[in-house]
């Protein structure tokens, strides 16, 4: 599980994706739907049931416990507008969105396995959306998720963090099994229940920690998952030994030399059939080997991924400088139409290749809007369509003073043979 090295020669993905340079949101309009405390919200008309609450009661750890509270999840719409430089919440940060990502993954059970999905859903922390500090329910907690896999079995976890500058909640019947105090001042309430929409039930647990510096950590695991036998992943021990590690403070330190995360990547192709994970194996042990020419690339070649929207698989990297102005994306999709030798109606440029795949090239200036400013770019991309149906998009894009990496590099990346569907 935490091995960085994979027997084939390809390194885990997201212990290379996290030394990447810079990011940037992947839509400066992205919404954000956020739950609490249960992830299912219902709807007009669904069935909506959760355990029974006995009053008055006793529960551990508490000296005082108040009434049961009417209410369902709610939910709330924001926009990310900063990625993860939101002037709101000068304590997060891409580098300590990094630092708290490898926290949170190290500190996973031996035999937990982060599913093969995008970046998105692989325990990556996210950008936090709100501008509001003080509405510390909604909006300003940065969230990681995943389905996680432990033997034949999965199940779904939540990570978020937030800083508080209230007290303690109390002890509520129904929200809560049990209160604990630690000896450095920590308090961890749990709980291990269910709810039921329109009669499927899913059952959950939770741990969530108050921190002495005013850190809130939340982990929320469910047997929610598809495609395998269904289980919560861990136990409640598990998740408070999560909630109480120290790498997910917000006071914690970022070590020297973190980089922001990497940036989600996107195809915009939605006709692209899924690309299993031992197959995109095959490719990253393929980029891996691919020379360079001296070009340095951070992170390297060799972590695609499913994309964060549309089919396919992706990466994208930066040449070289922690800043990414200059970056390198590959994408490849299968399933696609062979593209007629003559050159399409964009400007592109096309030639038959010996083993009969069909290259086009394309250079390009266009204009990248962000929340502040406008930077005038170009880009140069060469895409390679085979017989089988697979198409490899390697795209340099750059400032407009900038050179794109070169048109030969770029074709001997797209046109490598072992990046076809084996």
Known sequence: MHDAEKADGTVSHWKVGLTCAA???????????????????PQSGDSYVTPPVQFPVQIPGCETVEPPRNGSP???????????????????????????????????????????????????????????????????????????????????LRVSVRQSAQP????????????????????????????????????????????PDGTVVRAHATDEVTGRAAAVPLTVEELVTIVTTPGLRVTAPIPPATFA????????????PPIAEAQARRWNAVLVGIPLDGLTLSPPLGALLPAYMGGGVCQIVGLGIPEQDSLLSIKIIIGQPFPQQDSPDNDATSRRLADGAVLTTEESQYTASGPTKSTARRSRTVTVTRPSGTQITVDSSVTAADEPVSQALLEAIASNPGLDVS
């Open 23 to 41: 990011v940037v949101a992947a839509a400066y309009l992205a919404a954000g739907l956020l739950f609490d405390p249960a992830p299912s919200t």
């Open 74 to 156: 709610s939910s709330v719409v924001f926009l990310d507008k900063y990625g993860y430089d939101n002037p709101f919440y000068p304590w997060f940060s891409g580098p300590k969105a990094t630092a708290m990502t490898e926290a949170l993954h190290a500190a996973l059970p031996e035999d937990v396995e982060v599913a093969y999905a995008s970046l998105q859903q692989s325990l990556l922390f996210e950008p936090i959306l709100g501008e509001d500090p003080k509405q510390e329910k909604y909006g300003s907690d940065t969230a990681a998720h995943a389905t996680l896999l432990r033997g034949d079995r999965a199940g779904a």
């Open 168 to 211: 303690v909640p109390p002890c509520v019947a129904g929200d809560l099994d049990e209160r604990r105090t630690l000896a450095d001042g920590t308090i961890v309430d749990t709980h291990d229940t269910w709810h039921e929409m329109n009669r499927v039930r899913t059952l959950s647990r939770t741990a969530t920690a108050y921190l």
């Open 261 to 272: 995360p990497p940036r989600w990547c996107i195809t915009g192709v939605k006709q692209s």
